[in-house]
């Protein structure tokens, strides 16, 4: 297939990518030219300004949307690539769904954006205005639009650091702060996995939405594997969750992916996979995804950009009652 994808360079797209080169397709990305990749065509404009001209007059059999945040960026990407693509895949996210208890799948309740018109994208506006933008896909492309809804993203390239935080920290050695027990779990996609089945999804012609996300693995495997993997490795520090809470250690932000066992929005560490599963996303081992994103965060120097600081986090370690 010859595959366009808007974005395509840094982190998400980047596994799109190197996966349709994988399988053997042709790929062309569109961004503003900062970071090329080997083997694509790469077209320069800059979306943002509504500058699509270099997509005019070409055609590819399938579109990747994977950096649109607007509805109206969607639109006008849809009004030049109308006609000239077959199908249009769009990458969403799992923070469209509406606050649940109850395990997420993709019939699940969707967010109403407050404000369809902003176009500043905050935590509070990025799920409804997520929701507007698959909506517009839906409406132009019908059963030719295939809508993927990633969960935590994780692996080499990672501009967040959130899952790295976790693998940064039990390389460091000492003790690392630990939310819960071992037996509560996460959740997240490796970028490789779901680049994967983005490419898959193309191929067969996949139609409609699809939550990209791992089963969830338990806290304690996460911590197995580290300390599997890396030479002395640090010491886990189990933290009860509601004294973490009363420390005012935020979920998410503090301490990477916990979300509370008990929280009113814990079904978003539930997202059903049992429809990608279906149709082909396969996930790969824990230890493979825990060994690849070391290796590449072995590669780099620059400070982590998610979680506490080292200084509080050893703080809590000191008071933690135990
Ligand atoms: N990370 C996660 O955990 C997570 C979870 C759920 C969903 N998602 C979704 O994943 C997507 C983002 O992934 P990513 O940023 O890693 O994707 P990416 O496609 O790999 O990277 C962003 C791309 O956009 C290009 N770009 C940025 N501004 C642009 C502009 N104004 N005009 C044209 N191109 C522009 C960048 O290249 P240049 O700098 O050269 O322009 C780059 O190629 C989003 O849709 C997000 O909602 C992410």
């Not at 974005?7 to 980047?14: K, Q």
């Not at 969607?74 to 395990?103: C, W």
């Not at 404000?115 to 839906?138: Q, S």
């Amino acid at each position: 297939m010859n595959i366009l994808l808007l974005g395509g360079t840094r982190f998400v797209g980047r596994h799109i990518a190197e996966a349709a080169l994988q399988r053997g397709h042709a790929v062309t990305t569109f961004t503003r030219g900062n970071n090329p990749l080997p083997d694509t065509l790469s077209l320069v404009g800059d979306r943002k300004k509504g500058d699509l001209k270099a997509l005019e007059g070409r055609t590819w059999d399938a579109v990747v949307d994977v950096n649109a945040y607007l509805p109206r960026e969607v639109r006008e990407a849809i009004e030049v690539l109308k006609g000239r693509v077959g199908s249009y895949a769009f990458i969403s996210t799992v923070s469209v769904y509406q606050e649940s208890s109850e395990p997420l799948h993709e019939t699940s309740p969707l967010l109403l954006a407050s404000d369809p018109m902003a176009e500043e994208v905050t935590g509070e506006t990025y799920g409804g205005l997520k929701v507007l933008c698959e909506l517009e896909v839906e409406q132009a492309f019908g059963e030719r639009s295939f809508t993927v809804r990633p969960h935590l993203v994780v692996g080499p390239h990672d501009p967040t650091d959130r899952f790295t935080y976790w693998l940064r920290r039990f390389a460091g050695g000492g003790s690392v702060l630990v939310p819960g027990k071992p037996e509560h779990t996460l959740q997240f996609v490796d970028a490789r996995d779901l680049g994967e089945f983005v490419v898959l999804g193309l191929e067969k012609g996949l139609s409609g939405p699809y939550n990209g996300a791992s089963t969830p693995v338990s806290w304690g495997s996460l911590v197995e594997a580290c300390q599997r993997v890396i030479p002395n490795p640090a010491e886990a520090v189990w933290a009860d969750e509601q004294w973490l809470l009363d420390n005012r250690v935020t979920p998410w932000t503090d301490l990477p992916a916990w979300v509370p066992s008990f929280a009113p929005g814990r079904g978003i560490g539930q997202t059903q996979n049992a429809r990608a599963q279906a149709a082909g996303f396969t996930m790969r081992p824990l230890l493979q995804t825990v060994q690849e994103l070391l290796a590449w965060d072995a590669t780099r120097s620059e400070p982590l950009k998610a979680g506490i600081s080292r200084e509080r986090e050893l703080e809590l370690i000191k008071r933690w009652p135990g």
